[in-house]
């Protein structure tokens, strides 16, 4: 009888299922041109002006778990960090800077065998921002949107379960205006523009994964 149910049961049963588990820091490459221009229209010196791509950090972990030979369906958070800071002409300090939370639920392509596992794929998410401005006094600042990840990871086995992680990323970021509690928005005047933090990047990342 016990046969006979496992028999009944065979073609449900996931040859393939896995889980990943991931965490690596990384360092992304990015131009984000509204951002740009208002720091460097208003506020900071010939010697210290932003590049048209400039490098931020980020933290990320990630699940997934692998459905088929060829594919994983996997959820990211990502942390991304920035900021600048510069001498104003009145003698004061200015500084900026900004997280952007950039959870991802990401469908990828797996080629795997005897100690490596590469993923190649792409998703989709939220972008929610939180921008902190000084100018004499602290403001902070909010928005919302969403973005579009292309990813290469490649997974070496390191020891049992665990693998070191490398990982390519490009990533399309739009967000609203920035805007505080009260409704102001962060405008610059050079170009006649309020400011939002949209982006391209590259990012390149390494960490470790533990396959189960």
């Known amino acids: 009888m016990k046969k006979i149910i496992f028999l009944l049961f065979l073609p449900l049963i996931n040859l393939y299922a896995q889980w990943d588990f991931s965490l690596a820091m990384g360092i992304d490459y990015k131009s984000s041109p509204a951002y740009r221009d208002y720091i460097n229209y208003n506020f900071a010196p010939v010697n210290n002006k932003l590049k048209s791509f400039n490098t931020s950090i980020n933290f990320s972990g990630e699940i997934g778990y692998q459905t ?5 369906l996997g959820f990211e958070y990502s942390l991304a960090i920035d900021s600048y800071s510069t001498l104003m002409n009145t003698g004061g300090v200015y500084d900026i800077s900004y997280t952007m939370h950039r959870p991802s639920l990401i469908g990828y392509y797996i080629l795997a065998g005897e100690g490596y596992k590469f ?7 939220v972008r929610i921002v939180s921008l902190n401005e000084t100018i004499i006094t602290k403001t902070n600042f909010s928005a919302n949107g969403f973005g ?4 290469a990871d490649a997974n070496t086995l390191l020891s049992g379960n665990f693998y070191v992680l490398i ?11 920035l805007s505080s509690d009260t409704g102001n928005k962060i405008f610059n005047f050079t170009n006649s523009e309020n400011v939002n933090l949209n982006s ?3 990012g390149l990342k390494v960490g470790i994964t533990y396959i189960l």
């Not at 088929?68 to 994983?72: D, E, I, N, R």
């Not at 993923?119 to 998410?125: A, L, Q, S, T, V």
């Open 68 to 72: 088929s030979k060829k594919f994983l």
């Open 119 to 125: 993923k190649f794929g792409g998703g989709i998410g």
């Open 148 to 151: 579009l990840l292309f990813r």
């Open 167 to 177: 990982g390519l990323d490009l990533r399309y970021d739009i967000t609203n205006e």
């Open 200 to 202: 391209i990047s590259v």
